[in-house]
């Protein structure tokens, strides 16, 4: 949401600033400025990176008007589900847990934490864990290198949408120029005519100098800062599972694990102990 509220500002604030000045917004609308800007930058981005690149970036920029998904009632409602499975597998064995990592989307205590079974990353990640658990194919004490080596194979996944806009909001100035420089160009060719057709001419190649460097400052990077921070709570969610399980595979209590993860979750997301405390009691009661 506040992306949709910053683009609105800055929009707001350019064409806002331009009328007062008693500028006329349609000699901003352009539409070949738009074409070779917008056309030369879909091709660099097309040239520089493969496709499954690309489409991340756009689902991801999509994605950040939905907000950080990533909140306080998230991780709170992790660690719930971390206690509960963790009980279970005390309580009654580790085999209990296989039937709900075999198929975690269908499995009814999955379902029961809506905010975890929509990150399927976090799900396979926790799944996949305590399927090698089961197997007894990894010593405990190899099993947070192991989860290391995910998590930095999904962080580096998880940024590719940031760099590929970083480097593309590097490109739009000097796309802003080709543009502008086409624009003299034509110009030139109607040197002879009237001043104020020279003058519109001239107005609409500096009209795409304006567009680059607007694309580039007001919308691509802070885009791709926005795409950066998401792809570091992503990791953070991960972070946070990994070292429950690293606890509980050497043998913590569900409460002491559980108390590890919480200690994991940045400040700013964390709740308290007593929180906690409360939220497990409430589970207990159901």
């Given at each position: 949401?506040?992306?949709i509220?910053?683009?609105v500002?800055?929009?707001?604030?350019?064409?806002?600033?331009?009328?007062?000045?008693?500028?006329?917004?349609g000699?901003?609308?352009?539409?070949?400025?738009?074409?070779?800007?917008?056309?030369?930058?879909?091709?660099?981005?097309l040239?520089?990176?493969?496709?499954?690149?690309?489409?991340a970036?756009?689902q991801r920029s999509?994605?950040?008007?939905k907000g950080n998904?990533?909140?306080?009632?998230t991780?709170?409602e992790?660690?719930?589900?971390?206690?509960e499975?963790?009980t279970l597998?005390?309580?009654?064995?580790?085999?209990?847990?296989?039937?709900?990592?075999?198929?975690?989307?269908?499995?009814e205590?999955?379902?029961?934490y809506p905010?975890l079974?929509?990150?399927?990353?976090?799900?396979?990640?926790?799944?996949?864990?305590?399927?090698?658990l089961?197997?007894?194919a990894?010593e405990?004490?190899?099993?947070?290198?192991?989860l290391?080596?995910?998590?930095?194979?999904?962080?580096?996944e998880?940024?590719?949408?940031s760099?590929?806009?970083?480097?593309?909001?590097?490109?739009?100035?000097?796309?802003g120029?080709?543009?502008a420089?086409l624009?003299?160009?034509?110009t030139m060719?109607s040197?002879?005519?009237?001043a104020?057709?020279?003058g519109?001419?001239?107005g609409?190649?500096?009209?795409?100098?304006?567009?680059g460097?607007?694309?580039?400052?007001?919308?691509?990077?802070?885009?791709?800062q926005s795409?950066?921070?998401?792809?570091?709570?992503e990791?953070?969610y991960?972070?946070c599972l990994?070292?429950?399980?690293?606890?509980f595979?050497?043998?913590e209590?569900?409460?002491?694990?559980?108390?590890?993860?919480?200690r994991?979750?940045?400040?700013g997301?964390?709740?308290?102990?007593?929180?906690l405390e409360?939220?497990?009691k409430?589970?207990?009661?159901?």
């Amino acid at each position: 949401m506040l992306v949709i509220v910053g683009f609105v500002i800055v929009i707001g604030s350019v064409l806002g600033g331009y009328i007062m000045h008693h500028g006329q917004i349609g000699v901003l609308i352009q539409v070949s400025e738009f074409l070779i800007i917008g056309g030369a930058a879909l091709g660099a981005m097309l040239m520089g990176n493969p496709l499954p690149a690309v489409k991340a970036t756009f689902q991801r920029s999509f994605a950040l008007a939905k907000g950080n998904p990533f909140t306080q009632k998230t991780y709170a409602e992790l660690l719930t589900f971390l206690y509960e499975v963790f009980t279970l597998a005390k309580k009654d064995g580790l085999l209990a847990l296989e039937k709900h990592v075999e198929n975690p989307q269908e499995s009814e205590l999955f379902k029961k934490y809506p905010a975890l079974v929509r990150n399927h990353h976090a799900v396979s990640f926790f799944a996949d864990t305590v399927k090698v658990l089961l197997s007894g194919a990894i010593e405990a004490h190899h099993l947070g290198e192991m989860l290391e080596v995910d998590i930095e194979q999904h962080a580096e996944e998880a940024l590719v949408a940031s760099h590929v806009l970083a480097r593309t909001s590097d490109a739009m100035p000097g796309f802003g120029i080709v543009a502008a420089v086409l624009g003299v160009v034509v110009t030139m060719g109607s040197i002879g005519g009237a001043a104020a057709e020279i003058g519109q001419k001239v107005g609409a190649a500096l009209v795409g100098t304006f567009l680059g460097i607007l694309l580039a400052y007001g919308v691509l990077s802070p885009l791709s800062q926005s795409c950066e921070g998401q792809a570091k709570a992503e990791t953070a969610y991960l972070i946070c599972l990994k070292v429950a399980l690293i606890a509980f595979a050497n043998g913590e209590p569900p409460m002491t694990a559980v108390e590890f993860a919480r200690r994991s979750i940045e400040p700013g997301v964390r709740i308290s102990f007593t929180e906690l405390e409360l939220l497990l009691k409430e589970q207990k009661g159901k």
